[in-house]
């Protein structure tokens, strides 16, 4: 299908100016049919988890202080934006009184702000009070499907706020709850996408609108959908990028572009790395590589169904919509110049040796590849001798705890903490030298496209 897939993450919606200027953003490509995915604003989803947190642990006091927080930054940008759309008569509505009532057991007041019943307000306040009369309920389901049912709010209330705007500012834009579309299995937190019930919900929906209506906008949440008895369902932390992959995978669009705050794919996480470069184009396999040694830019998840479909991935600056960006596709051949850097922080090097001065064999390493995939410990780099065997992992320190408890039982267990683990993908002496110089190296792994470096910062 002709329809142009964006994602516009949290941080491009954290201020009524980053609305605005997603709404700058889809003015630049007027008459083209577009699906917009959302996330939640700026930091909300961590917001959520926190009140969820404090719902859990009955404090009621900082419950109520986090949700008024949250609910305050959500109507300030609301109020903001509206006033823009004042002017439109068919839009706003009378106002009336306060209506103020409390429930004693979550202490979270209820304060309707019915000054101005524009649509975006209200839309809001009946989304904060869903919420509220959750948190206001005692938890009768399991952690992760509350999870879903709470943290799901983030998504629903950006979308909102998007909608009207962009409703106001005259958009021809439809409003999909990702909910019906989007259909998964159970497994609340990380559900799985049940492709042949999402393919036919997108056909129904979405085709029928673009193709009754070329130009048009949908927006719909990132993030969220819902089981087969319709409960609330999230797809794992940045799942925003993977429902736009989703839908672009479902419409067969030539393109997914994602909206960041950085110009596009760099060779290294700015963050900690002084003058990173921008990489032109990049290959999904390469994507998968940096992935899988930690790079946090795109989730391999996310790249399946864009690969599988041949659609090519744009990561683009929200800030700089004019420029290029980086193109992400499938290519056999692709050649890099620069080296790419990843850092992990907070790392664990584990040695393991057999207890009876035997070998690292066989046997015993099939034992610790068990205890390692029982305990759902990725091994970020594996290195062996004829007597030890090491891994470097991510320190979990409750994972960590039973994973040497259970080694213990069979082998000799060293560990060294406060480390680091730099990947350097298309290495050469002097990026090995940036990385190295100054550092106490403790382990180096080379092959011909990757070099691993473990540093011991403390
Ligand atoms: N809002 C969700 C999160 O912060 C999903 C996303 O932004 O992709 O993880
Ligand atoms: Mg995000």
Not at 362 to 370: D, G, M, R, Y
Request: glycine fraction near 6%.
């Amino acid at each position: 299908m002709n329809v142009e897939v964006f994602k516009f993450g949290g941080a491009s919606v954290n201020s009524a100016e980053g609305v605005r200027n997603v709404a700058r953003i889809l003015a630049l490509y007027k008459g083209k049919s577009m699906m917009v995915v959302i996330s939640a604003m700026g930091k909300t989803t961590n917001a959520l988890e926190r009140i969820l947190g404090y719902y859990l642990e009955g404090d009621a006091v900082t419950l109520a202080e986090e949700y008024y927080k949250l609910r305050d930054f959500h109507l300030g940008i609301a109020r903001n934006l509206c006033q823009l759309g004042q002017n439109r008569p068919d839009r706003t509505e009378a106002s009336g009184g306060k209506d103020t009532s409390h429930l004693p057991d979550t202490g979270i007041a209820e304060v309707k702000d019915t000054s101005s019943l524009h649509p975006i307000v209200t839309d809001l306040e009946n989304q904060f009070e869903e919420l509220r009369n959750i948190l206001a309920g005692k938890s009768e389901l399991g952690y992760d499907e509350t999870y879903d049912r709470v943290v799901s709010f983030g998504e629903l209330f950006s979308s909102a706020i998007l909608f009207h705007f962009l409703l106001d500012e005259g958009f021809p834009v439809t409003f999909f709850d990702a909910r019906q579309l989007i259909l998964t299995d159970s497994s609340f937190r990380d559900a799985r996408i049940d492709w042949k019930k999402t393919q036919l919900a997108v056909q129904k929906q979405l085709f029928t609108r673009f193709q009754d209506h070329k130009g048009s906008i949908g927006l719909t949440q990132g993030f969220i959908g819902s089981d087969s008895s319709g409960r609330p369902t999230t797809l794992g932390r940045e799942g925003s990028d993977f429902t736009a992959a989703i839908l672009g995978y479902c419409m067969r669009v030539k393109e997914v572009t994602i909206w960041k705050d950085v110009p596009g794919i760099l060779n290294a996480d700015p963050k900690w790395f002084e003058n990173p470069v921008k990489l032109d184009l990049l290959a999904f396999h390469e994507a998968v590589e940096l992935a899988y040694f930690g790079a946090t830019v795109i989730h391999p998840k996310t790249i399946k169904p864009l690969e599988n479909a041949n659609i090519t991935l744009l990561v683009k600056s929200f800030l700089h919509p004019e420029e290029e960006g980086t193109s992400v596709k499938s290519l056999r051949e692709w050649k890099i110049d620069i080296p790419i850097f990843i850092r992990k922080q907070n790392q664990v090097l584990i040695s393991i040796m057999p207890r009876d001065f035997s070998f690292i064999m066989e046997e015993n390493l099939s034992q610790i590849f068990t205890i390692l995939a029982q305990l759902h410990v990725k091994a970020n780099v594996m290195q062996n001798s004829a007597i030890s065997f090491s891994i470097c992992t991510d320190h979990d320190p409750v994972k960590i705890k039973s994973l040497i408890r259970e080694l213990q039982k069979s082998f000799e267990i060293r560990f060294n903490e406060g480390l680091e683990l730099y990947t350097i993908r298309h290495y050469n002496d002097e990026a090995i030298q940036r990385i190295t110089s100054g550092r106490n190296v403790i382990l180096e792994q080379k092959s011909r496209n990757t070099i691993h470096l473990i540093v011991q910062i403390t």
